[in-house]
Every structure is written in C-alpha cells, then in structure tokens.
C-alpha cells in the first residue's frame, strides 16, 4: 500500500507516493544527515534524472545498502589456505 506525502519544492505543492519502508529509509537517511524530509525531498529533487518518486526510491536503496565485509564478522580472521591446498 502506498502512503501519500505532499512537499513544497521550489514553491510548487507536490505529492508523491512511496511505501512506507522507503519512507522510513528516507527518514532515517534525512535524520542521519541532520536534515528535514522536506529538505532531504528537495535536495534529491534538484539532482534527480527522471520522475522524483522513482529518484527517491533509487536514493532510499542504494543509502541503505550495507557495505561488504571484507574479512568476515567482526573479530573473525581470514580464512588462508593450508601449505599444499589450493584454493
């Protein structure tokens, strides 16, 4: 189910919808960033390529990606190959 939200970006009133999990994830991006909704809405408005629904989408997801581990959980050590095995 979609939820509505309107902003004013630019002086033009607009409403986008979006599911409510990207919503979080844009709350949360905003909040980490000591930044409004609205505000966060309109900076990724201003650099958007295409429709902002979409472009807000692509900005929740690809902030909310964790990043690699590199060498497994925290505390883990590599694992190597023993003398002879090969990998």
Do not use: C, Y
């Not at 979006?18 to 966060?40: D, N, V, Y």
Request: aromatic share 4%.
């Amino acid at each position: 189910m979609l939820k509505k939200r309107s902003f004013t970006i630019a002086r033009h009133r607009t409403s986008i919808a979006l599911e409510p999990e990207f919503w979080k994830a844009l709350e949360r991006l905003a909040a980490s960033r000591g930044l409004s909704l609205a505000r966060l809405v309109a900076e990724i408005d201003a650099a958007k390529q295409g429709g902002l629904a979409s472009a807000l989408r692509v900005h929740a997801l690809s902030r909310n990606e964790a990043p690699a581990q590199k060498n497994g959980p925290r505390g883990a050590k590599p694992m190597r190959p023993k003398s002879g095995e090969s990998i």
